[in-house]
């Protein structure tokens, strides 16, 4: 009996560890597609250093190369799993102070945000051009001092269109004092019913983002009267920068390394195939563009290669645009050259 019941043990005691093992395989299959699919930390964690980080999106051309780094595999490369959300500017300033998002692109309206208190810095920059001021076809309008008296159509009082035409206009000599300006502005938050002001009459020029602009003047509905990547306030500026966390900046700097050498090979891509550029951008959906041949224009027209010494433009750059945004009462600082160092960060990569 001792014998028998040695030989029952033992078989019983095969048996459940097959059991075990079975119920180990498939629980680990199940797991492993969960993380898969979910996008969980354990995932992430074994196969990216860095794990999974997100990226703030947005439907303009500007953050492409967030979208481009991760079709192309740049992200995955440097080790990072690149997540995209959707973010508006109030958000993303709020990614950013607080570490969720180590990098974002944005323009100089951040500046005053920065001297504020967000906790960010410019640590890249993106391209030149993405801003354009439109009047009615055969509009007597042409220059910034045809302006005075007028009213322009904005897509929010303080966003960057707003700055960009401020910054123009006094450059031209118009008065752009926030309680005693030469023209005044109107908000829109839809760009189709701005250019529905500008038809309709409610307006005199409106100033926005592309691609609008540029579809309309292809149409041939309006005039282009400024140009932010043509205009000599703007041209061969930088107007558009990658934003990084201080607290990324501090606490992971090889993560923000990692980000930054993903993201310039992506605007190098950018640069050097604007079409199949525009091709992925508009096919996977990452831009409210889905005409490819204004895509790729578009692309060409904003110039995102990485120049050669470009923290020092950069640098350049952060400069003008903070004694610009001082000019016309945007910052409150006496030492712009003093703020424009608190801005830029250079990040050794």
Same mark, same amino acid.
């Given at each position: 009996?001792?014998?028998?019941?040695?030989?029952?043990?033992?078989?019983?005691?095969?048996?459940?560890?097959?059991?075990?093992?079975?119920?180990?395989?498939?629980?680990?299959?199940?797991?492993?597609?969960?993380?898969?699919?979910?996008?969980?930390?354990?995932?992430?964690?074994?196969?990216?250093?860095?794990?999974?980080?997100?990226?703030?999106?947005?439907?303009?051309?500007?953050?492409?190369?967030?979208?481009?780094?991760?079709e192309l595999g740049y992200f995955k490369a440097e080790g990072i799993n690149a997540k995209l959300v959707t973010a508006?500017?109030?958000?993303?300033?709020?990614?950013?102070?607080?570490?969720?998002?180590?990098?974002?692109?944005?323009?100089?309206?951040?500046?005053?945000?920065?001297?504020?208190?967000?906790?960010?810095?410019?640590?890249?920059?993106?391209?030149?051009?993405?801003?354009?001021?439109?009047?009615?076809?055969?509009?007597?309008?042409?220059?910034?001092?045809?302006?005075?008296?007028?009213?322009?159509?904005v897509d929010e009082i303080g966003g960057t269109p707003y700055m960009a035409a401020n910054m123009w206009l006094g450059?031209?000599?118009?008065?752009?004092?926030?309680?005693?300006?030469?023209?005044?502005?109107?908000?829109?938050?839809?760009?189709?019913?701005?250019?529905?002001?500008?038809?309709?009459?409610?307006?005199?020029?409106?100033?926005?983002?592309?691609?609008?602009?540029?579809?309309?003047?292809?149409?041939?509905?309006?005039?282009?009267?400024?140009?932010?990547?043509s205009d000599p306030t703007f041209a061969k500026h930088f107007c558009c920068f990658l934003y990084g966390s201080n607290?990324?900046?501090?606490?992971?700097?090889?993560?923000?390394?990692?980000?930054?050498?993903?993201?310039?090979?992506?605007?190098?891509? %950018?640069?050097?195939?604007?079409?199949?550029?525009?091709?992925?951008?508009?096919?996977?959906?990452?831009?409210?563009?889905?005409?490819?041949?204004?895509?790729?224009?578009?692309?060409?027209?904003?110039?995102?290669?990485?120049?050669?010494?470009?923290?020092?433009?950069?640098?350049?750059?952060?400069?003008?645009?903070?004694?610009?945004?001082?000019? %016309?009462?945007?910052?409150?600082?006496?030492?712009?050259?003093?703020?424009?160092?608190?801005?830029?960060?250079?990040?050794?990569?």
């Amino acid at each position: 009996m001792l014998n028998i019941h040695g030989r029952v043990v033992k078989g019983a005691a095969i048996l459940c560890t097959l059991i075990a093992v079975f119920a180990f395989d498939a629980c680990s299959v199940k797991t492993s597609g969960s993380s898969s699919a979910n996008g969980s930390a354990k995932a992430t964690s074994t196969t990216y250093k860095y794990g999974t980080i997100e990226f703030p999106k947005s439907s303009s051309l500007c953050s492409s190369p967030i979208a481009i780094a991760l079709e192309l595999g740049y992200f995955k490369a440097e080790g990072i799993n690149a997540k995209l959300v959707t973010a508006d500017a109030e958000t993303r300033k709020v990614g950013l102070d607080s570490g969720r998002f180590p990098v974002t692109n944005g323009d100089f309206q951040f500046f005053p945000s920065i001297e504020e208190g967000v906790s960010a810095s410019v640590v890249g920059a993106l391209h030149k051009g993405c801003i354009k001021i439109a009047v009615k076809k055969g509009s007597s309008i042409k220059t910034a001092k045809d302006l005075k008296g007028k009213k322009i159509g904005v897509d929010e009082i303080g966003g960057t269109p707003y700055m960009a035409a401020n910054m123009w206009l006094g450059q031209a000599g118009l008065s752009v004092d926030q309680n005693n300006s030469d023209v005044t502005y109107l908000p829109y938050d839809d760009s189709s019913l701005e250019f529905q002001a500008l038809q309709n009459g409610d307006i005199d020029a409106a100033a926005l983002w592309d691609p609008l602009p540029t579809v309309e003047e292809q149409k041939g509905t309006v005039d282009i009267i400024f140009d932010l990547g043509s205009d000599p306030t703007f041209a061969k500026h930088f107007c558009c920068f990658l934003y990084g966390s201080n607290k990324i900046i501090k606490e992971k700097p090889e993560e923000m390394a990692a980000i930054l050498r993903a993201l310039n090979k992506a605007r190098n891509y %950018i640069a050097a195939h604007p079409q199949q550029a525009a091709k992925i951008i508009a096919e996977k959906k990452y831009s409210s563009i889905t005409d490819v041949t204004l895509a790729t224009k578009l692309f060409k027209d904003y110039d995102y290669k990485v120049e050669d010494n470009e923290d020092a433009a950069i640098k350049s750059d952060v400069q003008y645009f903070t004694e610009q945004l001082k000019t %016309i009462g945007f910052l409150k600082t006496n030492d712009t050259t003093k703020l424009a160092n608190t801005i830029y960060q250079k990040i050794d990569l």
